[in-house]
Nanobody, 118 residues
């Protein structure tokens, strides 16, 4: 059974930090690219950061220099360290794992809420 479960969200003041975790099971995690996406209220889901199977990272311009994505294949977990948080980072954060084109395997978690507010 495939599972992708996010944790670590919560309420934090502007300038604060949070670390999100995404634990995967039921598939060969090391063979999947992974990433974090977010969706703010009333907006479309957007890419935050991705990391390939060999560790190459990519970030949205809005989070470069503040967020860091990493993965631990032994623990089947991907992380998102978020520093210098801003109110505009408030959103539901989703974890994704994907591989292939045809067929494409694409797994999503249920999301974790991050709220940045004083």
């Amino acid at each position: 059974q495939v599972q992708v479960v996010e944790s670590g969200g919560g309420l934090v003041q502007p300038g604060g930090s949070l670390r999100l975790s995404c634990a995967a099971s039921g598939f060969r995690f090391s063979a999947y690219a992974t990433g974090w996406y977010r969706q703010a209220a009333g907006k479309q889901r957007e890419l935050v950061a991705t990391i390939t199977t060999d560790g190459k990272t990519n970030y949205a311009d809005s989070v470069k220099g503040r967020f860091t994505i990493s993965r631990d294949n032994d623990k089947k977990t991907v992380y998102l360290q978020m520093n210098s948080l801003k109110p505009e980072d408030t959103a539901v954060y989703y974890c994704n794992a994907n591989r292939g084109i045809i067929p494409k395997f694409d797994y999503w978690g249920q999301g974790t809420q991050v709220t940045v507010s004083s």
